[in-house]
């Protein structure tokens, strides 16, 4: 007795686009958490001596005079600091102390020195905004966007440098997210059309 396959036939094929698509969602998912996870390193710890705010310095400061205090203490500590200016806007990075490097003060809402992550790695997390990753679906979902949440505009700029203010080296996560997730994805896409023709 024989048996024809039909591989290409209109059921198997409803059964493969259902499970890619249901693959595509997973592995969207999975290069989401691997971004978010290399945006948890922080960028502060380096510079908590110079963000203290205790002592008889400080004694019955307001919150703005502490912080004004804080960032004019550490422009005096911070050696090899440089200052740009742009209209009302001006920044100050590139500094060390105490062993950190590439400290810059970063304002509201944070109003803190802390550290820049080194070019080429993902960005330090600061206020965790850049966490903010969407997954979006194309419309019949058989492919996947996953990128930077709607008006996060410099995520842009720390994915692939560019220059605003100053030069800014690329500081990528995407990237490097979605090569980190490549093996597992193929193989869940594998796996999706393994367990299509078992249906």
């Known amino acids: 007795m024989k048996y024809k396959l039909q591989w290409r036939g209109p059921q198997y094929q409803a059964r493969a686009e259902n499970e890619v698509k249901k693959a595509i969602r997973i592995s969207a998912g999975k290069v989401r958490t691997a971004a978010v996870r290399l945006l948890n390193v922080g960028g502060s710890a380096a510079t908590k001596d110079l963000n203290k705010q205790t002592g008889k310095a400080f004694a ?3 919150a703005t005079e502490k912080n004004d205090k804080i960032k004019s203490d550490g422009i005096a500590k911070i050696s090899g600091l440089k200052t740009v200016k742009s209209g009302k806007k001006t920044l100050r990075f590139g500094g060390t102390s105490g062993g950190a490097s590439r400290v810059y003060w970063y304002g509201s809402p944070l109003n803190r020195w802390t550290t820049a992550s080194q070019p080429g790695t993902p960005p330090h997390r600061q206020t965790g905004t850049l966490k903010r990753i969407s997954i979006e679906m194309a419309r019949g979902g058989m492919s996947a966007k996953v990128g930077p949440g709607y008006g996060l505009k410099y995520a842009r700029i720390q994915e692939l440098g560019g220059k605003g203010m100053i030069n800014l080296a690329p500081r990528p ?3 490097p997210a979605f090569e980190q997730c490549l ?4 193989a869940t896409i594998k796996s999706a059309l393994k367990a299509a023709g078992k249906k």
């Open 60 to 62: 019955g400061m307001t």
């Open 173 to 175: 996560y995407m990237r």
């Open 183 to 186: 093996d597992e994805i193929q």
